[in-house]
């Protein structure tokens, strides 16, 4: 089985690990450029959110390299993320191409038993072979974040400007690359002790304001579609925090890892939002008032055009920020954003917070 997934950010840097502890050969498309952007709005729906089209220009060219199934997450979802798998497999099977669709629905995850058991035929095999993939997947998973997190706060301290995001690739790379826990382990030792050899000596002890970025979570997690924000306000001198990163994502829609925190931040998002519509709305919400309380300078929210929950969470933020006296980014991201817009408006709102700290 050649098989393939939805791209967003680095997810396929543990994922790849999972397919093939599972003796499924990964077949992962090369980082969303124009061409698939074009490739995926060509065929959707007008009016379907930024990640629909993405992803299935990543699917198309995943397709073309060989893959014969498609694996995709499903369920009940409250906005269309519901209906991704099912519209992405009508799409593809139109235009002709040939493939297995396993929709994995968070409501019947007993259903991965049932498709191992095709594979392995044997019980035992099965739990065996699921155990082992899942353990290194987790820990490739984590070390990501950790290297991820540790350059987001290098970064606005860096001696060369670029420097950071440079290491961090050369280190994730070499994460993906292996499959043994403890060189896994070994990769982090040296990629932490790296980046944190990267800091300017003058900025050591500087004040790094923080800004916490919240919104879709494709749209936080996939740098393509947010021009890369997380790197930009790192070299503009911020330590920009994403509420949600690949391995939380991954972490908290499989195992409910973060479970905890979630709870926390539904809490405090209940004076602004009862109700979940879906797309990350309560975390959107509950994060920036946990960043509000936490101290941070100023909230960045990313979401796609059209995207229904997070147009509603838009006008809650705008109360918040008059109300907490907090500069709030708001970015609304299709195909058609142009990318030196985004810039300018970055740029400034920089320069807003820079002067509430002078
Ligand atoms: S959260 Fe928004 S962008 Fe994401 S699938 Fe739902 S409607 Fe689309």
Known sequence: MKATFPYMGNIYIPLSTLLKNLDIEPVIPPPPDKETLSLGTKYSPELMCIPFKLTLGNLIKALEMGADTIIHCSGFWSCRYGYYPYLHHQILKERGYKFEYIILKKEEWQNIYFILKKIYKKDYKVINKFIKAIIKTYYKSK??????RKAMEIRPKEKKKGITTKVLNKYLKKLYEEDNIFKMEKIKKRGIEELANLTDKKKENSFIPKIKIVGEA?????????????????????????FLTAHSWLGFHSIRLGNNIYKKVRELAKEYWQYNVGGEDTNTIGHSLLAIKEGYMGIIHLHPFGCMPQTMASGILEKISKEYNIPILDISLDEHTAENLIDTRLSAFCEIIKKRIE
Request: charged share 30%; with cysteine.
């Open 143 to 148: 070390i990501m974040e950790e290297l991820e």
């Open 218 to 242: 494709f749209c936080v997690v996939e740098p393509y579609v947010n021009f890369r924000i997380i790197e930009k306000l790192g070299e503009l001198g911020f330590h920009a925090d994403p």
